[in-house]
């Protein structure tokens, strides 16, 4: 919607700058979390079939986001309620969107499943013949208006990131690269969400 092709993407201009030193696939999904991304077919597709040298994850966000409606309300929102209360019901909760997280807080991905799912992809990645690298790259800082719309968002992205830092530590290949510290107080290199990487961060992980 802010006009990232696919060819703006990190992914597609590391592609483009190694030329054919490197093949990249570039796996990235709308609402990915760390549960999908280890399920039995994408680890099978995306991991085994890949077999990479290098691999490179970036899951949290979406995980970590304080939610007004979790995954389960969502089911029985879109099939039990009729949209006239349906439409109701989710303009309530997003009203008081800073008071249902603090008291009601939700994630799509709890930190300690986070950690137990992180944990797999990683095992799975590092019995990859060829596996040679593995990048991580952490969570974004949000921005102010994301902070005070949804309460405790900043402590999950904390939290969250540092169950990313300490799997992080758990290989010699394993390397991580901190855009959590880059963002800082810097919202400029964040979309108007305030969650996705603008063009300017794009270009610095694929510096990096």
Excluded: W
């Excluded at 950690?115 to 969570?139: A, C, M, Q, T």
């Excluded at 309460?151 to 290989?171: C, M, P, Q, T, W």
């Excluded at 996705?196 to 961060?201: A, Y």
């Amino acid at each position: 919607e802010d006009g990232i092709s696919i060819k703006k993407t990190y992914a597609y201009q590391i592609q483009k700058e190694l030329k054919q030193s490197y093949y990249t696939l570039n796996f990235s999904k709308r609402g990915n979390t760390t549960t999908l991304q280890t399920k039995e077919q994408y680890l099978y597709d995306e991991v085994f079939c890949a077999n990479s040298n290098v691999v490179i994850v970036q899951l949290g966000i979406v995980d970590c986001c304080p939610r007004i409606i979790s995954l389960k309300e969502a089911k029985f929102i879109k099939y039990i309620l009729p949209n006239r209360l349906k439409n109701i019901y989710i303009n309530i909760k997003s009203k008081y969107r800073q008071q249902f997280t603090k008291y009601f807080p939700k994630v799509y991905v709890s930190k300690k499943t986070f950690e137990s799912n992180y944990r797999l992809l990683i095992s799975k990645i590092l019995k990859g013949d060829n596996i040679e690298k593995v990048i991580l790259i952490n969570i974004a800082k949000t921005n102010d208006r994301n902070k005070s719309r949804s309460y405790g968002f900043e402590r999950n992205i904390a939290e969250y990131n540092d169950v990313i830092k300490k799997l992080s530590k758990s290989s010699k290949i394993i390397s991580l690269i901190d855009i959590n510290t880059v963002s800082q107080n810097n919202s400029s290199f964040l979309l108007k969400d305030g969650i996705h990487i603008n063009l300017e961060m794009h270009g610095i992980l694929k510096d990096k």
